[in-house]
């Protein structure tokens, strides 16, 4: 027995192998570069190795202030918090199934008394009635891994590991996108506020200057009508817009960790952020590698392949070794003696080869859920481009809007600027006037407007490279070393 025992050990250690499928990354062909990013050529591309999405994007808008939202946000949100709490439970439990590996190693203790009733002894004194036993033992169980069950269940735990990471960090970009675009919402908002109110005071000077005309006997009552109607269509919009600041800064302080209304310094109104010059996508081959969706999803495809060898290996017996060493004795004085020791050593098979039906039913699962994480992964794969090229072209023509909506706005200034000199000359009617000027709004609060959505495409295209992103819980090759 002892010779079989040590053959078994001594084989499953040099020779132990794992059944089912290893896994192998899927290889997705992509082009050389995106069919929408329009700013940067071939050789601008070749020549760039680590494009400007790779840095921390929130720091190309140089905006102080938004850099201390978001790094409140990857300190303090709570949907983060909860990502991370997710990882350290997925890390533990794979140190757990590391500990599978080896002998599982107990201890027990028993201290016991047993007295006899007169029945039972019967003519025997009380004294020999009374039993005391006492033992210690401690108890190992082995399972010899020839077939692979329990490192094929730590491969699995490691790769959910690596999605847990993963998971974190694409919930980084999600939390840190949603501050930026909530942020820059709420600076447009304040600007379409700005534009209202002042265009609100300009309407009220042109009612005064027709009060004026009217009580000099130049004007009527419907002029005076029209004035203000139009003046106080524009006060209209200031309430709305009081709102939505106040909703974005209520989203802010949440993203922060803070209850709504707590977050201070966001009533100032201040400038939108200045917006990069350009923004270097890279290729989609490097988006692939660094988008945290992506890894996740390859993540749990690994771990879907490595159970189908979990399975597996129940077509085979499972093999293990028990054994027991301690002292047991009727008196505490005779523990430990030579006579007191106590010993077991055994080989176990456990083969549910009646039960194959019900191993194969598990196995087809098990192959299954890997073809339905590698369609998943490959849609992922489908989505960060489709993602991606949406926001290129979405930036690209908020650009080119931006540029028409600014000349139309000094347009519409000027316009309005030269109709009141006109009017006050005599030269155009009230209604020309009135006209200018709430085109001159439309044009003014368009731009505001287009700026934010502008600015908002810029996060939405730094969002979709998932670039910059410093505070991983654990990069690939930590997971791939994570336990030891």
């Known amino acids: 027995m002892n010779k079989l025992i040590t053959s078994l050990v001594v084989t ?41 999405s790779d840095q921390a994007f929130w720091q190309s808008f140089n905006d102080p202030q938004l850099t201390e939202l978001v790094e409140r946000a990857l300190g303090a949100n709570n949907d983060l918090r ?26 027990s203790g028993q201290a016991g008394h047993q007295r006899l009733s007169k029945d039972q002894a019967f003519g025997a004194p009380l004294d020999e009635r009374n039993t005391y036993t006492f ?13 692979g069950r329990v490192q094929r269940g730590v491969e699995a735990a490691r790769a959910q590991t690596g999605a847990s990471a993963a998971d974190f960090s694409a919930l980084q970009v999600a939390i840190v996108g949603q501050v930026a675009s909530t942020y820059v919402d709420l600076r ?68 922060t960790g803070n209850q709504p209304g707590t977050l201070p310094g966001l009533d100032a109104p201040k400038p939108l952020p200045a917006l990069p010059a350009s923004i270097d996508p890279g290729t989609p081959a490097n988006l692939l590698r660094r988008r945290p969706d992506v890894a996740a999803a ?27 060493i301690g002292t047991q004795a009727f ?22 080869f009646l039960d194959v039906g019900r191993v194969r039913a598990r196995i087809v699962a098990a192959r299954s859920d890997a073809a339905g994480s590698l369609a998943q992964y490959q849609q992922t794969v489908l989505l960060a481009l489709e993602d991606t090229e949406n926001a290129l072209i979405i930036y690209a023509r908020a650009q080119a809007e931006d540029k028409q909506l600014e000349r139309a706005a000094n347009d519409g200034e000027e316009a309005a600027r030269l109709a ?7 030269l155009i009617d009230l209604f020309e006037v009135l006209d200018a000027e709430r085109q001159m709004l439309q044009a003014q ?22 670039g910059g992103w410093p505070q991983r819980p654990a990069s690939d090759a930590a997971v791939q070393n994570a336990a030891r």
């Open 420 to 426: 009141r000199i006109r009017y006050q000359e005599g």
């Open 12 to 52: 499953g250690v040099l020779t132990g192998c794992a059944v089912g499928p290893d896994f192998e990354a899927p290889v997705t062909q992509t082009s050389s570069h995106f069919a929408r990013d329009e700013a940067h050529g071939e050789a601008n591309r070749a020549a760039t190795a680590e494009p400007a």
């Open 135 to 147: 033992s210690l033992q401690s108890n190992a169980t082995w399972e010899l891994d020839l077939f």
């Open 331 to 352: 008196a505490a004085s005779s523990l430990f003696t030579a006579d007191s020791q106590a010993s077991l050593i055994a080989f176990g098979v456990d083969w549910s």
């Open 188 to 255: 447009g908002t304040q600007e379409r506020l700005r534009v209202a109110r002042e265009n609100a005071d300009n309407q009220m000077q042109t009612l005064q200057i027709v009060q004026k005309r009217f009580d000099a006997g130049r004007g009527s009552d419907f002029d005076i009508a029209r004035a203000r109607e139009q003046y106080e269509s524009t006060l209209a919009r200031v309430p709305a817009l009081e709102a939505r600041i106040a909703v974005d800064e209520h989203r802010l302080a949440v993203l």
């Open 298 to 324: 390859e993540y749990r495809l690994h771990a879907a392949t490595a159970r189908v060898g979990v399975a597996t290996a129940d077509l085979f017996p499972r093999l293990s070794i028990v054994g027991l």
């Open 82 to 107: 909860t990502a991370l709490a997710n990882y350290d439970a997925s890390n533990a439990l794979l140190r757990e199934a590391k500990l599978e590996q080896y002998p599982i190693v107990t201890a």
């Open 445 to 466: 609060d368009a731009f505001a407007d287009g700026r934010t959505r502008s600015a908002n495409a810029a996060v939405s295209l730094y969002r979709a490279l998932a």
